[in-house]
């Protein structure tokens, strides 16, 4: 309940949440891992799991873009093919199923009635399913099979952020377990590398002054934007979008670079932002010739970047994390930048309007 939680000297509860992010890293480690380093998921679901011929992931907005954020993270280490499905979508035109499928639906609240009627038709059906949430005794937690908490506190503001990094971090710990247990895993160690995005979220935090000029000088009376980026960088993207449509009502879209010239690029006008992400060495040069190509018709480009891949004149610079986690320290100044451009325009940043925090009907 948002009246027992003190949003203490932050203006916003979103701002606060955005700041707690590290921490909730570190608390999910915590949770989840043994006094002998190893992993702490009751094992019968990570049998089942481990089991299975794919996994479906089926989720609403943010919980939906973070289940993208995690696919190509999940697959490379436990090597099991991936789907991620919009619940609203995948409940009404269910896909041919593969033959021994693990269902796992992400979401904050545990109470999102479209999720739930998905989760419905798989228990009929007699399949595992396992849900993922911030809330303990919610709907889909009971409902499901097996639960895994987030364990992120109450995420009060309307637009979700540690929720979302809650969700990658625990895909990434629960995925740690399949790739022992199958012996896919490499060299992979979530609770090394959580720890790595931990420090480099916090880096991302310090850098509110920056993001917040940033905004005043690009952002601060657009009406659309884009976000551009590849692979992880465009699940990213798709977030970041999400997040400035939410509470600064500012129509932006969030693309696969390579796309953007097969249509969308006729959108761009004398001083459309676009903002592109690069945390991958091999899409990375690609990614900038589209923001040339936007450029030269007009667009001011921001370049979000990790180190060493940035160039000199890029804006916001992320630190180094592993390669399959960027998505965690990629996302902050996302958040930030929609954070203030909603507070620069004098919005209820933690109540948009025409939504809600959990939504309870189809
Ligand atoms: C609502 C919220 C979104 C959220 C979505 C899914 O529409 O406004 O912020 O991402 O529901 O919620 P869930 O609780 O299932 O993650």
Known sequence: D?????????????????????????????????????????????????????????????????????????????????????????????????????????????????????????????????????????????????????????????????AYTAQIAMLAILTQAIGERNKTNTSFDAFYELSIAAAGMEAMVDEKERLSSLVEQYLSTTRNAFYIGRGNDYHVASEAALKLKEISYVQAEGFAAGELKHGTIALIEEGTPVLGIITDAKTGPHTRGNLKEVESRGANTIVIASEDLAREDDQVILPKVHPLLTSLVAVVPTQLIAYYVSMQRGYDVDKPRNLAKSVTVE
């Open 2 to 162: 948002a009246s027992d939680i003190e949003k203490g000297t932050y203006p916003f509860y979103m701002l606060k949440e955005i700041d707690e992010q590290p921490t909730v890293m570190r608390k999910l480690t915590q949770e989840y891992r043994d006094d002998h380093g190893k992993v702490n998921i009751d094992l019968n679901l990570v049998n089942e799991m481990a089991d299975s011929d794919r996994i479906y992931i089926v989720a609403c907005g943010t919980s939906y873009n973070a289940g993208w954020a995690a696919k190509s993270l999940i697959e490379t280490v436990t090597q099991i093919p991936v789907e991620v499905q919009l619940s609203s979508e995948f409940g009404y035109n269910m896909p041919l199923l593969s033959k021994k499928p693990f269902f796992i639906f992400l979401t904050q609240s545990g109470e999102t009635a479209d999720s739930r009627q998905v989760l419905v038709q798989i228990n009929q059906l007699g399949f595992p399913s396992l849900t993922i949430t911030n809330v303990a005794g919610s709907t889909l937690s009971r409902e499901a099979k097996y639960t895994l908490l987030l364990h992120a506190g109450p995420e009060i503001a309307v637009a979700s952020t540690k």
